[in-house]
């Protein structure tokens, strides 16, 4: 009989299996759950120098599946200036000042989620001149949508006067004829952040594209650096598997380096990032990816695409004008027969896809693909993906269930939620769709699966936190039905359910009996912490495999 290497007593176990939802202990052989159940059952199994672990009646779940996160980009960012949604230019000037001293040599300050409105009406290059008139800064919106550049940056990224970019990008221009310090989209704010050496981190977000230049041996230990950062700030939350929404060949080829070196400590997932201006031909580099990279550890499988931007800067697509701007609805950054084409032919490549789609006719669209893929090849099975979901048209609540779409979901990301603001997000959805924005249980009853997400760097990953706004979300007047999730529901988004949506579930995302060893120990008891307190409930033990990823 098989003997436990390391087991784990005392605890409330959430198995997150059905069958047995509830047990004491667990457990481990090598890199595979051996057995759960009883203290002394599991106790038996344990070889005579195996770890036991007593978790004291602290919670333990299946290792955290994160369902969407930017990891490259979240490691790197892990250095810049934190604003933390700040809405006082006043502090921030101070901040941004302070840190821009303490760092003299940074030919670029870049400083992460100033809010949204922090500018006020106000030309948002003005006020960063006034803030740090001699030096290029930046600001990077907390979705990564826009960046908000000062004089001294956008003269040196080129960009001052303007530039001609693609549909549904901007370099917004003012009255005088000068860049008002605005960039929405990343073919707007490319040059600026590429002054602060981060193109490489941005490569598989901005273009999918690969490293031209090749890197050299001190940029790739620069970029590893960047890539360990992320994973070790993962694994403190107890995420044991994350699935990276921007990619590229150069980003698995640098994490296999750190399997290599033994520091790979969650498993990641990392697709093909299609945007609009390649060519059909290009998918082969998904087929390449795939092929190279299909293991527990490290997968592809997936094409990413955007179909629009984010609903804070009007760059979401939408049915209706938005409120106070008529004629502008924004646009789809794929037109719908060449999605439809698109969805069609990566379906009948055995890919999975996942589209960023915040605005309702920009699902609209992705559903019209999807749909046309299932016409042409039959029902795959693939669970195609559809990310945000943020604003739905009532019509196509229906429409994700029979497609067999999964819903990715964000909670940090509702207005209200996580430290959000209410606005400028309430009024550009407009009041009389309040009701279909945001509509996660609406979603869920209509059958689709749901995965639950961070989006980090764009929200803090914390799942503790993800809980706390699945579980905790207020309405936003009381005609708006109430969206929130049970935590049942919840901790399902982000074990089992988002392992489904990887196709995975046969592996991991329950401590089932010969599933993979990934496993998350609390310190304390989730179901007899209060709702609000969540944030605060800490991660005691992560372990990916069998190994100890991180321990407080």
Not at 208 to 225: K, M, S
Not at 233 to 239: C, K, N
Request: charged residues 25%; aromatic residues 6%.
């Amino acid at each position: 009989m098989d003997r436990a290497d390391r087991i784990i007593l005392n605890g409330n176990v959430l198995t997150m299996d059905p069958d047995r939802p509830r047990v004491e202990a667990v457990a481990m052989a090598g890199d595979r759950i051996l057995a759960v159940g009883s203290n002394a059952g599991v106790a038996a199994l344990a070889a005579p120098d195996a770890e036991r672990i007593d978790a004291s009646g602290a919670t333990v779940l299946p290792g955290f599946i994160e369902s969407h996160i930017h990891l490259f980009i979240g490691g790197a960012e892990l250095k810049n200036l934190q604003l933390d949604n700040c809405a006082d230019p006043v502090v921030m000037g101070d901040l941004i000042r302070d840190f821009a001293t303490k760092h003299p040599d940074l030919p670029l300050v870049t400083c992460q989620s100033p809010d949204y409105g922090v500018f006020g009406d106000r030309a948002p290059r003005l006020l960063l001149d006034e803030i740090l008139p001699d030096r290029p800064l930046a600001l990077v919106g907390h979705d990564h949508h826009t960046v908000w550049a000062n004089t001294a940056a956008l003269e040196a990224a080129g960009l001052l006067r303007g530039k001609v970019t693609a549909p549904g990008h901007e370099v917004v221009m003012g009255p005088d004829g000068l860049a008002t310090g605005a960039l929405l989209e990343p073919d707007a704010y490319a040059p600026v952040l590429r002054l602060g050496g981060q193109e490489r981190m941005m490569l598989g977000l901005n273009t999918g594209g690969e490293p031209a230049p090749a890197p050299n041996a001190e940029e790739r230990e620069e970029d590893l650096a960047h890539l360990k950062r992320g994973l070790d700030h993962l694994a403190r939350h107890g995420i044991t598997s994350a699935v990276n929404m921007d990619g590229n060949i150069y980003t698995l080829e640098l994490l296999d380096e750190l399997r290599q070196r033994g520091e790979l400590s969650v498993r990641m997932r990392v697709p093909f990032h299609f945007v609009p201006e390649m060519e059909v031909d290009d998918l082969d580099r998904a087929r390449e990816m795939t092929a190279r990279w299909n293991d527990d550890w490290l997968a592809s499988g997936m094409v990413k695409f955007f179909m629009d931007g984010v609903i804070d800067s009007r760059t979401a697509f939408v049915h209706n004008d938005y409120p106070g701007q008529p004629g502008h609805r924004s646009t789809g950054r794929f037109g719908a027969e060449r999605f439809a084409e698109l969805a069609t032919r990566v379906d009948a490549m055995g890919l999975q896809i996942a589209v960023h789609s915040i605005g309702d006719a920009a699902t609209t669209r992705v559903l019209d693909g999807y749909a046309a893929a299932r016409a042409a090849n039959g029902d795959s099975g693939i669970r195609h993906r559809i990310e945000h979901l943020e604003l739905v048209a009532p019509g196509d609540f229906d429409r994700l269930a029979p497609l067999g779409i999964t819903a990715s979901i964000q909670p940090p990301h509702a207005p209200g939620c996580a430290g959000l603001p209410l606005e400028p997000t309430l009024t550009n959805i407009g009041r009389d769709r309040w009701g279909d924005a945001f509509a996660w249980q609406r979603l869920a009853d209509s059958g689709a699966l749901i995965a639950l997400a961070s989006d980090w760097p764009v929200s803090p990953v914390s799942i503790l936190l993800g809980l706390n706004c699945a579980v905790t979300r207020e309405a936003w007047a009381e005609d708006v039905p109430d969206q929130r999730f049970t935590l049942e529901a919840a901790l399902a988004g982000y074990t089992i359910d988002g392992a489904r949506a990887e196709h995975t579930e046969a592996r991991k995302g329950s401590l089932t009996p010969g599933k993979l060893a990934d496993v998350v120990i609390l310190d304390g008891d989730i179901e007899a912490t209060e709702p609000a307190a969540l944030p605060d409930l800490p991660v005691r033990m992560t372990i990916c495999g069998g190994r100890v990823t991180y321990a407080a």
